[in-house]
């Protein structure tokens, strides 16, 4: 990500990379982006938190009866290949479906 020009700027940088780290913030933006099933491509100015509209995310859900359990996905720059990395997070999303399906005994849900 670094290698694309809009990262060379060290505090816009820096200012992401703190963002990372807010973890309740993270949690947030992910609980929005997974009230929809399916993959979402969030591109810039579609990212609610202004350090991150240098960024693209690519997200998908994953499901475990039916039930949209959790989500996971990229970050990276605008410039993105985005056929191949819409592939790989709705490949890894559908393995991790999958995989939870083959659970034989129950998941515990808080509510």
């Given at each position: 990500m670094l290698d694309h020009p809009e990262f060379w700027d060290i505090e816009s940088t820096r200012t992401l990379l703190r963002t990372f780290e807010q973890k309740e913030r993270l949690a947030d933006l992910m609980a929005g982006l997974a009230e929809e099933a399916g993959v979402r491509v969030t591109i810039g100015e579609e990212n609610p938190y202004?350090?991150?509209r240098e960024c693209t995310l690519i997200t998908s859900t994953?499901?475990?009866r039916d039930q949209v359990l959790g989500i996971l996905g990229i970050v990276g720059p605008r410039r993105l290949p985005y056929p191949d990395?819409?592939?790989v997070v709705e490949e890894t999303a559908r393995n991790v479906t999958e995989t939870l399906s083959r659970v034989r005994q129950e998941l515990y849900f808080p509510s």
């Open positions: 202004a350090e991150m994953y499901m475990f990395v819409i592939n």
